[in-house]
């Protein structure tokens, strides 16, 4: 067998071994775990506040809608001010977070950090 068929076995064999988690993938996971709650809000949100804000502009067009400009107007002032303070609630709930999580991140990758100068 040459060198490149032996990775391929390697490589499927890998696949079908058992994965033993090790503290890198800890501290990995307990990163994901404290980013990904606020990168959800701030997409959700920020989604929402763009489409208020269209919404708000449709209605505010007279060709669309007729009447309704004051109403459209209002509305999509509402839409920019939520995209407006969607970083400022994203940043504040991430850093909630981090506050939250920080002693075991801390604890974790200075266990990580002396295994690995040991």
Do not use: W
Request: with cysteine.
């Amino acid at each position: 067998m040459n060198t490149k068929e032996i990775k391929t076995v390697e490589k499927i064999r890998a696949q079908y071994e058992e994965y033993e988690m090790t503290k890198l993938d800890e501290l990995k996971a307990l990163h994901r775990e404290v980013k990904r709650p606020a990168d959800v809000f701030a997409y959700v949100f920020g989604i929402i506040g763009a489409l208020v804000l269209g919404g708000g502009m449709c209605l505010a067009m007279p060709e669309v809608v007729e009447g309704y400009m004051p109403l459209g107007i209002a509305i999509g002032v509402v839409g920019i001010v939520m995209v407006s303070i969607n970083y400022l609630i994203h940043k504040s709930y991430l850093r909630a977070r981090k506050h939250k999580y920080s002693d075991e991140i801390v604890k974790l990758s200075a266990q990580i950090l002396n295994e690995s100068e040991n």
